[in-house]
């Protein structure tokens, strides 16, 4: 009897477990929205790398070893797939009301030493608070090849300012970045706003400020960035509501790069010219389902038919 009655309260405890998560499935079901899951699918030449298991100098030809690339390989198509799920309101208005938002985020990026693993889990957290005013992010990260756990914290008032911090672990230094933000607006038409943004990477020990300053009428913006390593100064001017262009200047060694953005009805094209390097033209194509991504890459140096050969990456990715 006894034995019965545990038994009796074991499968009672299991449908009470089922129907808990089976309500609490449902309840998240109406309080978030899937996006995506969306694939961005990369063609890469097979041929790069290939090269058969036989010698050369092999007068039979019969080898046991197999081919070191074979015609098909995942790898070739470097498909990356990302799905995320975003609550539609308050993820616990009762609890937590100052918690406005949680979004969380898969990535699998092709990769044969993580397998069928994904690459990246990402979840970002959204925090406001009225009465002071502050908006507070947080967004912890895990990937999967390395390793190693991020976060980052990111606390603003508004849109004129904020302040950064990204910490890993894994790492010799578990601070790696601090970044900042300060906008004043100002009331003149020649310049209607002025934004400051000093960044410290302590990982790779680079300084940078970014100075902004941007015309009453929003059409003009002069961007100052104040690298270290390869300081520009760049003018963005919209000649309309389709074309702007972008002249960017190295303050280090002179050199002028032009920039030029087409918007079209279904899509962008962004043009890019480095008179010492190549032309770089991205044509990017909305359809019904997703994209079409077409990179084409052409040099301007060399002398060889191969040196002067196009580069041309054509790139999908599909909506479900």
Known sequence: MIGATTAKGRVSIQLSILLFLLMASQASARRFVSSGPNLVITLKDPSEKYSSGASLNDDDGDSDEPLQNPWFNLGNLRPNIMWSLQSKGKPLPNWVPGWHSLRATVGY???????????????????????????????????????????????????????????????????????????????????????????????????????????????????????????????????????????????YDATILYQWNLSLDSGLIRTRVDPTSDVRVTWIDQSMNGKWMTDVRMPLSGTTLSALAADIRVRRQFNF
């Open 109 to 251: 990026q092709h990769d044969e030493a993580l397998k069928c693993l994904p690459s990246i889990i990402e979840a970002d957290l959204k925090f406001a608070s009225e009465s002071t005013g502050v908006n507070l992010q947080v967004q912890p990260t895990y990937e999967f090849g390395p390793k190693q756990t991020t976060l980052s914290i990111q606390a603003s008032r508004g849109a004129a300012a904020y302040v950064m911090a990204k910490i890993a672990t894994k790492r010799d230094r578990w601070l790696q970045m601090v970044k900042g933000c300060y906008q004043a607006t100002l009331p003149y038409a020649s310049v209607g706003a002025v934004r400051v943004t000093p960044s410290l990477d302590l990982v790779k020990g680079h300084v940078s400020c970014l100075l902004e300053a941007t015309t009453g009428s929003q059409r003009t913006k002069a961007v100052l960035n104040l690298e270290y390593d390869n300081p520009t100064l760049t003018v963005i001017h919209a000649l309309n509501e389709r074309n702007t262009i972008a002249p960017e200047i190295s303050l």
